[in-house]
């Protein structure tokens, strides 16, 4: 299993698209919205959140993570002076819990101890990757309604 990343292409958007709408399946699978409504609010809100990110990120590292060249998710990354931050991974539900992700934020780790710089990510308080986040080593340092923030550094302690 070959596991890497690459740079996002407009050519991902339905890709893109695909991978968000996972994030928001449990929830609206309790809405009594016709098909055509949940692909319209789907569509909606993966546009509002890219424009989002790209409008107030424009440095970010917007990437597709590949498993044997097929794309299974997504990671954004953020390189601020003093922090890395991972705005987004995401896989697709059928490859999660299959040891993809892991290597890929331990890489990133790996870069924050490099450069002496603290690893971050939101988290929601009920997402079952926090988890993942607290076995690796990160610490909440701030709850935000029900997102926590986590943060890794190389020392085991929080910069905040």
Same mark, same amino acid.
């Given at each position: 299993?070959?596991?890497?990343? *690459?740079d996002a292409?407009?050519? @991902?958007? @339905?890709?893109?698209?695909?991978?968000?709408?996972s994030?928001?399946?449990d929830?609206l699978?309790?809405?009594?919205?016709?098909?055509?409504?949940?692909?319209?609010?789907?569509?909606?809100?993966?546009?509002?959140?890219? @424009?989002?990110?790209?409008?107030?990120?424009?440095?970010?590292?917007?990437?597709?993570?590949?498993q @044997?060249?097929?794309?299974v998710?997504?990671i954004?990354?953020l390189?601020e002076?003093?922090?890395?931050?991972?705005?987004?991974?995401?896989l697709?539900?059928e490859?999660?819990g299959q040891?993809?992700?892991?290597?890929?934020?331990?890489?990133v780790?790996?870069?924050?101890?490099?450069?002496?710089?603290?690893?971050q990510?939101?988290?929601?308080s009920?997402?079952?990757?926090?988890?993942?986040?607290?076995?690796?080593?990160?610490?909440p340092? *701030?709850?935000?309604?029900?997102?926590?923030?986590f943060?890794?550094?190389?020392?085991g302690?929080?910069?905040?």
């Amino acid at each position: 299993m070959k596991i890497s990343v *690459r740079d996002a292409t407009p050519e @991902d958007r @339905d890709f893109l698209k695909q991978v968000y709408a996972s994030t928001r399946a449990d929830e609206l699978a309790m809405m009594p919205w016709s098909p055509e409504q949940k692909e319209a609010f789907i569509e909606f809100q993966h546009k509002a959140q890219d @424009d989002y990110y790209h409008q107030r990120y424009p440095h970010a590292q917007y990437s597709v993570i590949t498993q @044997d060249d097929i794309p299974v998710g997504r990671i954004y990354i953020l390189r601020e002076p003093n922090e890395i931050r991972m705005m987004d991974i995401t896989l697709l539900p059928e490859h999660r819990g299959q040891g993809i992700g892991t290597p890929l934020i331990r890489e990133v780790m790996e870069e924050g101890k490099r450069e002496g710089k603290a690893v971050q990510i939101y988290v929601e308080s009920f997402n079952r990757s926090r988890t993942l986040f607290e076995r690796l080593g990160f610490m909440p340092i *701030r709850e935000e309604g029900f997102n926590l923030l986590f943060e890794w550094t190389s020392s085991g302690n929080s910069s905040s």
